[in-house]
């Protein structure tokens, strides 16, 4: 009797321990992304594939952070305090530069930045600058690439009047009509602008060969090698929701508004800007391949642009910047 008592409870103990490992295999990876900034349209993606549950499938127990700019960001990513981030790709390459343990996984948008003005007063090219007012804080990657942009056109910056107000308020200064035009990303800036009745054109830097990365996907590099398919599950539900939130928009920014009900006033702003963003999910060179494919020869751009105007001096080769295998082959 006693033997079959003790049978019982090993086999008991047996099943609770191999029910105790299953679910803790089953267990959801937790993952922490942070984006580059407070809530903007090209969010949307992120905030759908959470809502819509296609992180949950999966195995990923995500949670989307705010960011307070992409410096801050990709620091607290090498610490270790985020797995992922969304980064703004010149902000990553003097993060590379300093030894930051991160990798891009992503690119997420390209070629997003331009020459901002109001449609009233509309400049066609970089050399009608000359003799004009703008604005812009000298850590912003727009600031960093306009002696590039003058250059790419023949423009002389030496006859353009830069004023380098603090981070943010230069939609003020076009707003007051106290500068001509402000560089910055055409699906952030122009949408603010028109939201407080401001009507403004824009023409990009990549018009005149200025060619730039936007936004990336950013990995915590020991997180990469410990969790390597975890950060392919992550990017294959960012990739599905891309794909959702390019034939949905509405619902993308819906998605916003269902984690963030208290900025639903500024729902249209929202979904002005995914609409802006969407030319820049694709590029000439990448349209072809799988999305959020990175390319040597994009990161290599960027550092000559960025040398040329005297901000960063590039010692890390290109290829160590980014890595494609990850991404879903579809």
């Known amino acids: 009797m006693v033997g079959k008592i003790k049978t019982i409870l090993a086999t008991a103990l047996a099943a609770f321990f191999s029910l105790s490992i299953g679910l803790a ?19 949307a993606p992120f905030f759908l594939a959470l809502e819509k549950g296609l992180y949950k499938k999966e195995g990923l127990d995500v949670t989307i952070h705010e960011g307070q700019g ?23 390459l003097f993060a590379v530069e300093k030894g930051l343990p ?13 020459i901002i003005y109001p449609a009233d007063a ?14 812009f804080a000298p850590s912003e990657s727009s600031g960093m ?19 380098n107000p603090a981070t943010g308020a230069k939609n003020t200064l076009l707003l007051e009509h106290r500068v001509d035009a402000i560089p910055g ?31 990336g996907v950013v990995a915590n590099n020991t997180f990469l090698k410990e969790h390597p398919d975890a950060v392919k599950r992550f990017l294959a539900a960012t990739v599905e929701a891309i794909k959702m939130a390019k034939a949905n928009p509405e619902a993308a920014v819906d998605a916003i508004i269902e984690a963030h009900p208290e900025l ?3 729902r249209a702003i929202y979904l002005s800007q995914w609409q802006a963003s969407l030319p820049g999910l694709t590029t000439p060179d990448t349209k072809d391949l799988p999305m959020g494919t990175m390319l040597a020869s994009d990161w290599k751009e960027m550092q000559q642009v960025m040398e040329k105007g005297g901000v960063l001096n590039p010692t890390v080769a290109p290829e160590k910047i980014f890595s494609n295998d990850y991404l879903p082959k579809n």
Not at 102 to 114: A, E, K, P
Not at 145 to 155: H, N, P, Q, V, Y
Request: with cysteine.
């Open 145 to 163: 690439a306009f002696s590039a942009l003058m250059a790419a056109d023949g423009g002389d910056i030496k006859k353009v009047n830069i004023l």
């Open 185 to 215: 990303n055409i699906n952030v800036q122009p949408q603010q602008l028109e939201a407080k009745g401001m009507k403004v054109g824009h023409f990009l830097y990549s018009d005149f060969g200025v060619k730039l990365m936007g936004q």
């Open 122 to 135: 509309p400049i066609k090219s970089p050399k009608g600058l000359e003799g004009k007012i703008i604005a």
């Open 25 to 43: 295999q089953a267990a959801d990876t937790p993952i922490s992304f942070r984006l580059d900034w407070t809530v903007y349209g090209v969010h």
């Open 102 to 114: 991160v990798t891009v996984v992503m690119r997420v948008v390209s070629n997003i930045l331009g």
């Open 264 to 266: 639903r006033q500024n």
């Open 70 to 92: 992409s410096a801050t960001v990709v620091q607290q990513l090498g610490r270790g305090q985020n797995q992922l981030a969304l980064v703004d790709c010149s902000t990553l």
